[in-house]
């Protein structure tokens, strides 16, 4: 509990509230500048990232300077008031975001669904494989299964001409220009 004192010493809560407030809003204003320089050097292809960052801190540094003005024009701060004015910095300086870290792309994966197609025997095939996904362009290896007479190239078109009937199920082996691999099933009905 407080007891009734002289002005003088009421005015040391203040004073030392306001030595406090404008040690943290000079701390601040010192981040918020940094980061924002930072910010803007890694991140010149995102403008819209780097405006929002900006509009953000901003309106949360006005915020703090409105509570920090009020809080300064006041006579006979508690101790509590100062705690609490305290906490409302730290809260502040827990919203203001390290460096702002642009997204890393994540290439889409290449994947080969299940497919099939008839061809009629004896006549002349052309199959183009699907891919779906990865980053072109792609390329086939050679495919285990095709029916004798069939094969593909390395776009994935499968030619030739089948002289026997019936069912294959053949495997499918593609890789995009990243590297990434699939493999799929391709069945094959001669009839």
């Known amino acids: 509990m407080r007891c009734a004192t002289s002005a003088a010493s009421k005015l040391t809560p203040v004073s030392r509230l306001t030595t406090l407030l404008d ?3 000079a701390e601040l204003k010192e981040h918020i500048v940094t980061t924002l320089d930072s910010a803007i ?3 010149q292809a995102a ?3 780097v405006d929002a960052v900006v509009a953000d801190l901003t309106a949360k540094l006005s915020a703090a300077e409105a509570e ?5 024009n006041v006579q006979g701060v508690s101790d509590a008031q100062i705690a609490a004015l305290e906490a409302v ?15 890393v ?12 197609f ?3 025997l004896g006549a002349g095939v052309e199959y183009q494989i699907v891919t779906d996904g990865g980053t072109a362009p792609y390329t086939f290896q050679p495919t285990a ?5 069939l094969s593909n190239d390395a776009n994935g078109v499968v030619t030739g001409v089948v002289a026997a009937s019936g069912t294959s199920t053949a495997t499918v082996n593609v890789s995009d220009a990243t590297g990434a691999a699939a493999t799929g099933t391709l069945t094959v009905t001669i009839a």
């Open 47 to 49: 403008d819209a990232a």
């Open 105 to 116: 792309p994540v290439p889409s994966l290449v994947t080969v669904p299940d497919q099939s």
């Open 89 to 103: 910095i730290a809260n502040l300086r827990a919203l203001i975001p390290g460096p702002v870290v642009p997204p």
């Open 145 to 149: 299964g095709l029916p004798a007479g």
């Open 23 to 25: 040690h943290y809003l």
């Open 41 to 43: 050097a890694d991140l």
């Open 118 to 120: 008839t061809a009629p």
């Open 68 to 72: 920090l003005s009020a809080a300064s």
